[in-house]
């Protein structure tokens, strides 16, 4: 009941947040210019770039077996391929819940533990937080004047939504606050925290087994192709959109890198598929190096929405086939029991 509660309360947060950030990137912005100017977007490139995200799931998934296949179990492709999908399916409309998708839904297909593939899971974020932090690190080396606009301009940003509208921030406190209590209570009341605490030691004790298993991979040199290959791909999505936009068709490869480093700080964050957070970076960066807001936020609105719109459609597609898998492999359990 307790992680129940728990799931539902990040769910929540992450959604406030990303409605908080919607709300100081497009108030008082002409949306109607926004919209006009995606509707004329190439749709040559989108495909392109939806064609992209695909064998960047794909990536993901045959580097993810690389790692469960280091831990001593392994799983058919297509298993991998269809936990993966659906794992960023879920993240788009729940804030990482999608890791325990992953983990369930390979567990019933493959019968891979859930401690196991969580585990996994654990050492695949590591390594994309840290080619996230490296290339924040390379950018702001590389970019410094320019990007202290952002951190003066975000600043402001808050303080002037704070100042402008007071009531509304008091009440939403308000609300969180008892909401906050409310949980708490809740978890208080119905959770063993001897259980807790344990189960705390226990996490962080995997946790570093899982670092400590990273370095010993059997496919080490073929995990970091993939995941270079992984980064370039990302870099070749955010580039097709700037491709697919007439505003935008003229800026360079360069450019979308630095998109990608500072927009990813909003897909790190705890917001349905960076909904919000990642539109206001987008629109601070393109202030940073004084360029059109409007064309900022269409770039955004662009980039994050079709990345939206491929991940539902490959997974409503990964559904029914990770179905069948399902039954097949508890068809299978039944049988070999039998025998």
Known sequence: MSNNLKNILNTFIGIIVGLFFLYITFHDKPLDEIFDSIKNANIYWLLFNGFLLFIVMYLRAIRWKIIIENSGYTAENIDIMNSTVL????????????????CTTIYRTSKIPFSISFGTIVIDRIWDMLILLLGIIAVFSLEIEKLKFIKTHVLQNIINLFSNNSNLIIWIIIFLT???FIIIFILYKFHNKIIFFSRLVCFFSDTYETIKNSIKLKKF????????????????????????????????????TVVLFIGGLGWAMPTPGGIGTTHFLILQLFLAYNLDPKTGLSFAVLSNGITFVYTIIFGLIALPI????????????????IV
């Not at 879920?90 to 999608?98: D, M, Q, R, W």
């Not at 990770?322 to 029991?337: F, T, V």
């Open 87 to 102: 794992g960023f399916f879920v993240n788009s409309f729940t804030p990482k819940i999608g890791e325990i998708t992953r």
């Open 178 to 180: 008892i909401f906050s």
């Open 221 to 256: 040199n073929s995990f970091i192709v993939i995941t270079i290959v992984i980064w370039i791909l990302l870099i070749l999505m955010n580039y097709t959109c700037l491709l697919a936009l007439p505003e935008t068709d003229n800026y360079n490869f360069y450019f979308a």
């Open 322 to 337: 990770y179905e069948i898998r399902r039954r097949k492999a508890c068809s299978k359990h039944i049988n070999h029991q």
